[in-house]
C-alpha cells in the first residue's frame, strides 16, 4: 500500500482505529495462545531487557514467576536460575501480548484473549490481581502466589466458561463508551468499565456448572476488583493497535511502552522497530510514608491505553482521578486534554467525552507533532517501590523522553530518503 503524502498514511492510520472492533472472547492458560511460552519462558513489559538491567520490582515478578511455575523451590533458587541464562525472556509486545508494570507473564498464567474483528488481530493480556502485594509490582510471597494460583484454577477457568457462552464474545467499545461518560479514563480509572464488566457476566456465571464456593469467590473478587477492566482496555487496545499498524507508513505512534531502564515507542512506517531512550520515573502523589526517593523508574505496557487515546490522553473524562495522580483538578485535567490537542490528528467519534463538550477521545499521536511542539503524551501510571517486594507506593504521571520521537522520525525521513 503506497501513499502520496505521510498525511494520507496517516489518515488511513487513524481510520483503522476509528474503526477497530474488540472483542473478549476467551480466557485461556497464556501457553496455549503463545507457543513461545512451551519452555522456560517469561515475558516482560517493555522494549527488549536483560535481567541485569532490570529494576529490581521487575526482577521480583520474575522471582515470583518462577516459584509459581516451581521452577524452583525457594528465592535463592529462583534468582540463581534467573541471573544464569537458564530463562529466555521476551518483550510481550514480540507475541502479540500486554503487561502492565512489570508485565511477567509466564506459562500458566490466564490471558484473556481479544480479537479485533475488522483487522483479525488477536492480543493478550494477564489479569488484573487487584490491588496491595501483587506480582505487577514485584511482590512475590506466599500471599502473591496463592492468588495468582487461584486465578489459574479457579478464576481464569471461570471466566472463560462465562465469556465462551456469550454467542458472539463480549463486545469492548460499547462497555468503554458507557464507561467513559461515567468518569473513567482507562488507565487510572476503570471503576464504571469493571463493573459493567461484571453486570455482563454475572448472569452468566449464576448459571454455570461450578461449585457455590467457585462462583461466590469469583464474584466477590470482580466486585472488590475496581481496576480489572484496565487488562482488558490494554489487551483491546493492543489488538487495534496492531490492526492499525498493518499501513507500515506514517508517522503515528503504535506502541508506547516502558521497562524500568528504556521506554521505548513505535510508529507506523517503521514496522517492529523499537526506538529508546532511558525512562523517567513517575511524579505524583504518594502513600503515607513514600516519597519520590523510594520510587522505581517507570515501567509497564499499559501505556499502549494512552498509545490508543485513553488513559492520561483521556484526563478530562476522569477528573475524579487527577488529584490521585497529583495533577490538582478539573482545571489541570482540562489543561492537559487541551495540550494533548497539540499532538494527535483528531477525535475518536466512538467515545465521547460529556465534560469535554461532548468532543472524541484522542486519536492518533503523530511523532512529527511531537517533535515540533516540544509536547510529550501524558501518560497516567502506578509508582512501583524501587526495592523488590513492597509492591505500589503512590501513582502519578510519566511523560516519555522526547528523544524517542526523535529518533523515529529521523529513521522514518532516512527511509524515505529525505535530506536533514
Known sequence: MTFKTIEDANQAVIDR???????LVDVVPAKSVINELNGKVLLHAGPPIEWAN?????????VGAVLFEKWAATEAEARELLSTGRIAFIPCH????????????????????????????????????????????????????TRLEWMRDVLGPVLGKAIRAMEDGLSV???VARAIAMGDEFHQRNIAASLIFLKEVTPIIATLEITETERAQVLKFLADTDQFFLNIMMASAKAVMDGARQIKEGTIVTAMC?????FGIRIAGMGDEWFTAPVNTPQGLYFTGYSGDDASPDMGDS????????????????????RFVGTGGFDDALRISNEMDEIVMDHN?????????????????????VVA?????????????????????????????????EKAIAAYAQKLGMEG
Open 303 to 322: 501505556a499502549i491505553t494512552e498509545t490508543f487515546g485513553v488513559g492520561g490522553m483521556a484526563m478530562i473524562a476522569a477528573p475524579a482521578v487527577t
Open 258 to 262: 516502558r521497562n524500568g531502564e528504556n
Open 17 to 23: 482505529i476509528k474503526a477497530g472492533s474488540p472483542v
Open 373 to 405: 511542539t516540544g509536547i510529550t503524551p501524558v501518560i497516567n501510571t502506578g509508582i512501583a517501590n524501587k526495592k523488590a517486594g513492597l509492591g505500589q507506593i503512590g501513582a502519578g504521571t510519566v511523560h516519555p523522553p522526547i528523544e524517542c520521537f
Open 173 to 175: 467499545n460499547p462497555m
Open 94 to 145: 514480540h507475541v502479540n501480548a500486554v503487561g502492565p508494570m512489570g508485565g511477567i507473564t509466564s506459562a500458566n498464567m490466564p490471558v484473556l484473549v481479544v480479537e479485533d474483528r475488522k483487522h483479525e488481530t488477536t492480543a493478550y493480556c494477564q489479569m488484573n490481581e487487584g490491588i496491595g502485594a501483587v506480582l505487577r509490582f514485584g511482590a512475590y510471597s506466599e500471599e502473591v502466589i
Open 54 to 62: 532490570m529494576p529490581d520490582p521487575m526482577q521480583g515478578s520474575c
Open 349 to 369: 467519534p466512538n467515545f465521547i467525552i460529556p465534560t469535554w463538550n461532548f468532543k472524541g477521545t484522542h486519536l492518533g499521536i503523530d511523532a512529527r507533532k
